[in-house]
């Protein structure tokens, strides 16, 4: 009989209109549900930003290993910044730039947030690879031509540079010229002369940049002309010095010419010596 009830008050092909209505009612409360649950992550979101920036991962210890010209504590005060000062607000990028303006020695610095409460502060400090010398000073340039200092008297041992005119020279900045090409030129000479192993090259003269002229040891000057082609002037040098010369001969070893040729002139004692350019090939083998 029950059966029969159903039957009858559910025929078949007509719809209980109380379910759709009972879909949507669910629907609805989910929705609510959602609504709030998404509003409360929001606010406690909003909560734990608000504290992070305003009362959390204030600075209270900041560290810095010290190295060969700058202490700890020097690194730290350049750094500039003051415990309390909130990690997230903390410009690492900037912060870098300034240790390395305000420390002439720093080629460069890594700044790291440690949570909750440490900065940790890394410099590689800079190695002195050239000195350009000019109205009786000398400054010291990193091989980046950053420049690390003054001094009145030349540093044994380094490369000299004259002929540069420099335009500014500011410890901590990067030093600039009346002629813009004499800083591609240096960075070339000294990337090309460390690569070729010209290590005994004393001094370097830039006036005419079309001349460029290098002294190697006590006794060999070497004319490179130009800038072009370098790294084929070197290796060809790097053979001639090793394989042509005495150690001791004095005299110019000419890489100027538009050829590809060498000649070396002695200073005294014997003829000029052409050393044809198909022997840069075996320089670079």
């Known amino acids: 009989m029950a059966d029969q009830r159903r039957k009858q008050n559910h025929p078949h092909g007509v719809r209980n209109v109380n379910q759709p209505r009972q879909a949507v009612r669910k629907s609805k409360k989910q929705c609510r549900l959602r609504a709030k649950i998404f509003l409360t992550v929001l ?3 909003g909560v734990c930003v608000a504290l992070s920036l305003t009362v959390l991962f204030r600075v209270s210890v900041v560290e810095a290993a ?4 700058y202490t700890a504590e020097q690194i730290t005060e350049a750094a500039g910044i003051e415990n309390g000062t909130n990690l997230f607000r903390i410009d690492r990028g900037k912060m870098a730039e300034r240790i390395c303006r305000a420390l002439p020695y720093a080629e460069s610095a890594s700044v790291s947030i440690i949570l909750p409460d ?3 502060i890394a410099v590689q400090e800079a190695a002195p690879a050239l000195q350009l010398q000019q109205d009786g000073s000398y400054y010291l340039l990193s091989g980046s031509l950053k420049v690390l200092e003054r001094s009145d008297t030349a540093v044994p041992g380094l490369t000299v540079i004259t002929g540069a005119g420099l335009s500014a020279a500011q410890p901590g900045e990067t030093a600039s010229f009346e002629r813009e090409e004499v800083s591609r030129t240096l960075l070339a000479l000294e990337e090309q002369l460390k690569a070729a192993q010209f290590s005994l ?3 370097i003269d830039v006036t005419k940049l079309y001349s460029i002229e290098l002294k190697y040891g006590e006794n060999l000057t070497i004319r490179l002309g130009s800038s072009g082609n370098l790294q084929q ?8 010095i090793d394989n042509k010369l005495d ?5 110019t070893l000419d890489l100027s010419l538009k050829d590809g040729q060498a000649i070396f002139r002695p200073d005294y004692g014997s003829n000029s010596v052409i050393i044809p350019p198909e022997t ?3 320089a670079s083998g």
């Open 233 to 240: 002037k070197l290796q060809l040098a790097r053979y001639v």
């Open 43 to 45: 606010v406690a979101a």
């Open 66 to 69: 010290p190295g060969v010209h």
């Open 280 to 282: 840069s090939s075996d």
């Open 247 to 251: 150690a001791n001969q004095a005299g």
């Open 118 to 120: 440490k900065v940790s």
């Open 201 to 203: 090259v004393t001094a």
